[in-house]
């Protein structure tokens, strides 16, 4: 059993950074990919970013690339997101996720513990 805390989400003006965490209890995230989805208000939940249990590789969603950085340090069972130039097109509350998922990392499906987001604003 895992379980997921999110936090860092706030309101920022538009070019704005913000770094969300991801901490994890129970089972640590070393042997899970991890990945980041959103959902905006009457829009389906979206990928956004994943690493996987390694670190080895990201996934990106193209909106995203070059402006957001995901990361984990397994000692501390913690994974962020590095957000930086932020638009209000991010605006939505962020969960994380982990499971087994790499290659297909997209899916939402595929992962098996969420957090329960934060919500993240962009104000233009």
């Known amino acids: 059993q895992v379980q997921l805390v999110e936090s860092g989400g706030g309101l920022v003006q538009a070019g704005g950074s913000l770094r969300l965490s991801c901490v994890a209890s129970?089972?640590?995230?070393?042997?899970?990919?991890v990945g980041w989805f959103r959902q905006a208000p009457g829009k389906e939940r979206e990928f956004v970013i994943a690493?996987?249990?390694?670190?080895?590789?990201?996934y990106y969603t193209p909106s995203v690339k070059g402006r957001f950085t995901i990361s984990r340090d397994k000692a501390k069972n913690t994974v962020y997101l590095q957000m930086n130039s932020l638009k209000p097109e991010d605006t939505a509350i962020y969960y994380c996720?982990?499971?087994?998922?790499?290659?297909?990392?997209?899916?939402?499906?595929?992962?098996?513990?969420w957090g329960q987001g934060t919500q993240v604003t962009v104000s233009s």
């Open positions: 690493i996987t249990w390694s670190g080895a590789s990201t």
């Open positions: 129970g089972r640590s995230f070393s042997n899970y990919d």
């Open positions: 996720a982990t499971g087994a998922v790499a290659p297909n990392v997209v899916n939402p499906g595929g992962y098996d513990y």
